[in-house]
Nanobody, 125 residues
Framework: QVQLVESGGGLVQAGGSLRVSCAVSGRLFRNYVMAWFRQAPGKEREFAAGINRSGSMTEYGDSVKGRFTISRDNVKNTVYLQMNSLKPEDTAVYYC??????????????????WGQGTQVTVSS
């Protein structure tokens, strides 16, 4: 059973920074493409960032490009999302997700097999 546990969410002022983490159980972490999605109230789940198995390739949603950075540590079985220059519209529940079937980074949430419970990020204006 694969478990994903997010941490690091919270309240931050606009313009500030926050880092969220996702710890993944099991020995096969390096075999997963990892991604962060987010969902604001009343909106669809949105792709924020993804990283391939080795960490050599990343992909970002247009709304976060240039402000967010995804990274992974294949020894610690953890994926991170560093969020800078935060805006009130970044307020959402942030979910990490794992895809074991593909090599490339998918932007579609239904291509991901495992999900964390989510962590709330709130950006005040």
């Amino acid at each position: 059973q694969v478990q994903l546990v997010e941490s690091g969410g919270g309240l931050v002022q606009a313009g500030g920074s926050l880092r969220v983490s996702c710890a993944v159980s099991g020995r096969l972490f390096r075999n997963y493409v990892m991604a962060w999605f987010r969902q604001a109230p009343g909106k669809e789940r949105e792709f924020a960032a993804g990283i391939n198995r080795s960490g050599s390739m990343t992909e970002y949603g247009d709304s976060v490009k240039g402000r967010f950075t995804i990274s992974r540590d294949n020894v610690k079985n953890t994926v991170y999302l560093q969020m800078n220059s935060l805006k009130p519209e970044d307020t959402a529940v942030y979910y990490c997700a794992a895809d074991w079937r593909r090599v490339g980074i998918s932007l579609q949430f239904d291509n991901y097999d495992y999900w964390g419970q989510g962590t709330q990020v709130t950006v005040s204006s």
